[in-house]
């Protein structure tokens, strides 16, 4: 698909307040998503830190290999 050179191939730029306004908002959205991003990928790795720090602490996860461990070699014999 050609476009001919009398065809315009993005709208003008618009000096209308309203038009101004309205491209500052959806900027704003933009941030706002990535600021929103950004905290719950942070949430999310605090909890992923906790839950690390806590298995550490009381040997879960040497339990849970054991557990896994101990399924896989059941199912297998």
Known sequence: MS???D???ADPPTTEPAARS???GRR???GQA???YALVM???AAIAGL???WAASTDGIGR?????MQSIIDDAG
């Open 28 to 30: 704003s959205e933009r």
């Open 34 to 36: 990535t600021a929103e």
């Open 42 to 44: 942070l949430a999310a």
């Open 3 to 5: 476009v001919s050179p």
């Open 22 to 24: 309205a491209a500052a």
């Open 51 to 53: 839950l690390l720090a």
């Open 7 to 9: 065809e315009p191939t």
């Open 64 to 68: 849970l290999l054991d557990a896994v």
